[in-house]
């Protein structure tokens, strides 16, 4: 099990940029995608996450609101031993 995820901010373009990875590299797919609901502070039916494979490799695309500029910060899922996201 991978114990460590990256996790890539986008604006609204999460859905669009795995595709995008998804199609350039072999053994590699989207595994599911999250979409906001009625009252969330995105449209409903917006992109919330993302996860997503490249060979082998998970990651997660995730929408980081407006309220948040673009900088060159990167942000890591960690799994713990109970598998619990930390």
Known sequence: MQKITPYLWFDKEA???ARLYTSLFKNSRI??????????PAPKGSVMTVAFELDG????????GRS????????FRTRTRKG???
């Open 31 to 40: 595994k599911s995608i999250a979409r906001y609901g009625e009252g969330a």
């Open 57 to 64: 490799q998970d990651f997660i695309a995730g929408y980081r």
């Open 15 to 17: 859905e669009e940029a």
């Open 68 to 75: 948040f500029r673009p900088s060159r910060a990167r942000c």
């Open 84 to 86: 619990r996201a930390g």
